[in-house]
């Protein structure tokens, strides 16, 4: 899971990036009325309006798929925080005591080894 988390983080830092690259090669609305008075854009590749729906569109495309690689990795963080994450916190775990006592042994069970906190009683 390790890997596929990697690999989605490095998707949408390059959709990121994708998407910045261009909304900033969009042309403004103001920018149609010098094309039709002979801007030169109708000589262009996509035609004079086929390069605003092209770019529109591929942008719409890739906030899609941030959006959804946002709401994976944001799932994915989810759960993998919810796991325990110390040996301590899983129900499993056995006290260090007992690990190297041996789990039984009358060691183990006897609150001599354990510092008592000193009580606060002023009697």
Same mark, same amino acid.
């Given at each position: 899971?390790?890997?596929?988390?990697s690999? +989605?983080?490095?998707?949408?830092?390059?959709?990121?990036?994708?998407?910045?690259?261009?909304? +900033?090669?969009?042309?403004?609305?103001?920018?149609?009325?010098?094309?039709? #008075?002979?801007g030169?854009?109708?000589?262009?590749? #996509?035609?004079?309006?086929?390069?605003?729906? #092209? +770019?529109?569109r591929?942008?719409?495309?890739?906030?899609?798929?941030f #959006?959804?690689?946002? +709401? =994976?990795?944001?799932?994915?963080y989810?759960?993998q =925080? =919810?796991?325990?994450?110390?040996?301590?916190?899983?129900?499993?775990?056995?006290?260090?005591?007992?690990?190297?006592?041996?789990?039984?042994?009358?060691? =183990?069970?006897?609150?001599?080894?354990?510092?008592?906190?000193?009580?606060?009683?002023?009697?």
């Amino acid at each position: 899971m390790n890997l596929f988390t990697s690999i +989605l983080t490095v998707i949408h830092l390059v959709t990121a990036i994708a998407i910045v690259v261009l909304v +900033l090669l969009q042309q403004g609305k103001g920018a149609d009325m010098g094309a039709a #008075f002979g801007g030169g854009s109708s000589q262009s590749v #996509f035609g004079s309006r086929g390069s605003a729906n #092209f +770019l529109s569109r591929t942008t719409g495309i890739l906030a899609a798929v941030f #959006f959804a690689t946002g +709401l =994976s990795l944001a799932y994915m963080y989810t759960k993998q =925080s =919810s796991a325990p994450t110390s040996v301590m916190a899983s129900e499993n775990a056995t006290p260090v005591e007992d690990q190297i006592n041996g789990a039984g042994s009358e060691a =183990s069970q006897s609150n001599g080894d354990v510092p008592m906190v000193p009580s606060t009683d002023s009697n």
